[in-house]
Structures are given as structure tokens and as C-alpha cells.
């Protein structure tokens, strides 16, 4: 059985994977191709909610409040990353957009695995 995270140790994990995040935003948010879309533009505003909901208890130290928002906002994060799996390519197939799905499927997995092993 594997030994279970104390919440100080799955943050640790889990900023690092939140700040892979954040560069998957900020490339969609001002990517040209999507700018029209509202459907893809939802995929940097839900990544920006995720990230944003967990700092007020990181500043504070309060750890286990970050692990509970952080678990409560995983939906919205495999939503954009199964959306932007399956339709960044309509808008385009540039290696930019190909890394950028790949960079968010594997952040939302760690971060599910962190969260796993979190007590």
C-alpha cells in the first residue's frame, strides 16, 4: 500500500504543476486563433479559476484548505483539458497547441496523482 501525503507535501508536489498550468493559460489567452471562440477561450478562464481558488489558503498556510479547493475545482480542470484535447486542432494543428494539450492532460494527471496519495 502506498504511504499516504501529508496536505504541506502534496502542495509542495502540486505548485510546480499549477505553475505548468498557468503557462498553458497564458499561451491560450492570447493565442490569435481562438480569440473568437468563446467555447475555447472558457479553457484559460477555467485554468486561471483553478490556480486563483487555491492561493488565499497557500498564502496562509492552511494547507488542507488548499488540497479541499483544489479537489473541488478538479472537474472544471479535466473539463478544459478534455476540451482542449479534442478541439485544438480545429483551430490549429501548430506544436504550440499539440504541447500545450499534452502539457495540460499531464499536469491534471500528476496533479489527480498527488491528490490520490493525499490523506
Not at 1 to 16: G, K, S
Not at 77 to 84: I, M, S, T
Request: charged content about 25%.
Amino acid at each position: 500500500m502506498a504511504e499516504l501525503l501529508e496536505t504541506r507535501d502534496a502542495v509542495a508536489q502540486i505548485e510546480p504543476l499549477l505553475a505548468h498550468l498557468w503557462m498553458v493559460r497564458t499561451f491560450l489567452k492570447h493565442a490569435e486563433e481562438i480569440q473568437d471562440s468563446l467555447e475555447m477561450l472558457e479553457v484559460p478562464r477555467n485554468l486561471f479559476d483553478v490556480i486563483r481558488a487555491t492561493e488565499p489558503a497557500l498564502q496562509s498556510g492552511d494547507h488542507g484548505r488548499y488540497i479541499h479547493k483544489l479537489r473541488g475545482k478538479m472537474g472544471r480542470l479535466r473539463e478544459a483539458r478534455d476540451f482542449l484535447s479534442a478541439q485544438y486542432s480545429v483551430y490549429s494543428d501548430h506544436t504550440n497547441y499539440q504541447m500545450a494539450a499534452r502539457s495540460l492532460d499531464a499536469a491534471t494527471k500528476a496533479i489527480e496523482a498527488v491528490l490520490a496519495k493525499c490523506g
